[in-house]
C-alpha cells in the first residue's frame, strides 16, 4: 500500500494531521486505499533553520515505507505569498542533497496555526459538543495572532491543551467550511489530493 509521511512540528500535530491527510483523501478523493504513516516531529522552527528540511527529509527516508511526503509548518508572522515558496525550495533542495529528487512531496505553510483552521470552521456542526452555542467564525480568521487563544474564548472547556484537544478538532472539523475560511487550510486540502491522485488506484 502506498504510503503519504508527514512532517509536523507540533505535538499535538504529531496525531492531528495523519487523521487530517486521511480524511481529506477518504472524503474529498475517494482514496481508501492510501496509508499515512506515523508523523515526524521536528522541533518548532528548526524546518527553517539550515540543515534542517533535509534532516526531516532524511528521517522520513530512514522509515520503512516513505512513497510521499508532506511536510506542514506554521509561522505566527510570516506571509504566505513569500515564505510558502521558499518552504517549497527548501523541501527541493533537501530532496536533491539526498538523491531523491522523484519522490513525490509537498510543503505546506499553516498560517498563522493549526488552529486557524479550526476557527475558519468554528460554526462546524461537529463543534458543537465543545463549543459555546452560536459560535461562528470570527472575520478573517488568518489575520489574527495567537488562534489557540482566540479559540479558547469559544470552547465550553476552561482551556485549550493542542496535545490533547487538536485530534479531537481535527476529527469533527467540517472540511468544506474550512476551506472556504482558510486559505492554507484549502492549499492544505489540494497537495493531499495530488499527492494521492499521483498513485494509480489499487482497484485498477
Same mark, same amino acid.
Given at each position: *500500500?502506498?504510503?503519504?509521511?508527514? /512532517?509536523?512540528?507540533?505535538?499535538?500535530?504529531?496525531?492531528?494531521?495523519?487523521?487530517?491527510? =486521511?480524511?481529506?483523501? !477518504?472524503?474529498?478523493? !475517494?482514496?481508501?486505499?492510501?496509508?499515512?504513516?506515523?508523523?515526524?516531529?521536528?522541533?518548532?522552527?528548526?524546518?527553517?533553520?539550515?540543515?534542517? *528540511?533535509?534532516?526531516?527529509?532524511?528521517?522520513?527516508?530512514? =522509515?520503512?515505507?516513505?512513497?510521499?511526503?508532506?511536510?506542514?509548518?506554521?509561522?505566527?508572522?510570516?506571509?504566505?505569498?513569500?515564505?510558502?515558496?521558499?518552504?517549497?525550495?527548501?523541501?527541493?533542495?533537501?530532496?536533491?542533497? /539526498?538523491?531523491?529528487?522523484? *519522490?513525490?512531496?509537498?510543503?505546506?505553510?499553516?498560517?498563522?496555526?493549526?488552529?486557524?483552521?479550526?476557527?475558519?470552521?468554528?460554526?462546524?456542526?461537529?463543534?458543537?459538543?465543545?463549543?459555546?452555542?452560536?459560535?461562528?467564525?470570527?472575520?478573517?480568521?488568518?489575520?489574527?495572532?495567537?488562534?489557540?487563544?482566540?479559540?479558547? !474564548?469559544?470552547?465550553?472547556?476552561?482551556?485549550?491543551?493542542?496535545?490533547?484537544? !487538536?485530534?479531537?478538532?481535527?476529527?469533527?472539523?467540517?472540511?468544506?467550511?474550512?476551506?472556504?475560511?482558510?486559505?492554507?487550510?484549502?492549499?492544505?486540502? =489540494?497537495?493531499?489530493?495530488?499527492?494521492?491522485?499521483?498513485?494509480?488506484?489499487?482497484?485498477?
Amino acid at each position: *500500500m502506498v504510503t503519504i509521511l508527514p /512532517v509536523v512540528e507540533g505535538h499535538g500535530e504529531v496525531r492531528s494531521i495523519p487523521h487530517l491527510i =486521511r480524511r481529506v483523501l !477518504q472524503e474529498a478523493a !475517494q482514496r481508501y486505499d492510501i496509508d499515512v504513516g506515523h508523523a515526524i516531529r521536528q522541533p518548532s522552527g528548526s524546518l527553517w533553520t539550515p540543515g534542517g *528540511m533535509e534532516r526531516a527529509v532524511r528521517l522520513a527516508l530512514a =522509515r520503512p515505507r516513505c512513497d510521499a511526503l508532506l511536510v506542514l509548518t506554521d509561522r505566527e508572522d510570516g506571509c504566505p505569498k513569500t515564505d510558502g515558496p521558499i518552504l517549497a525550495q527548501e523541501l527541493e533542495r533537501a530532496l536533491r542533497s /539526498v538523491g531523491c529528487t522523484e *519522490m513525490l512531496a509537498a510543503a505546506v505553510l499553516a498560517y498563522r496555526e493549526v488552529e486557524t483552521w479550526f476557527l475558519a470552521a468554528l460554526d462546524s456542526p461537529g463543534f458543537q459538543t465543545f463549543v459555546r452555542p452560536g459560535s461562528a467564525p470570527p472575520a478573517h480568521p488568518e489575520s489574527r495572532r495567537d488562534a489557540k487563544g482566540w479559540l479558547e !474564548q469559544f470552547l465550553l472547556a476552561v482551556a485549550y491543551d493542542s496535545s490533547a484537544d !487538536q485530534l479531537t478538532f481535527a476529527a469533527r472539523l467540517n472540511l468544506t467550511l474550512a476551506r472556504a475560511g482558510s486559505d492554507s487550510f484549502d492549499k492544505f486540502c =489540494r497537495e493531499v489530493i495530488r499527492l494521492g491522485s499521483a498513485f494509480p488506484s489499487a482497484g485498477l
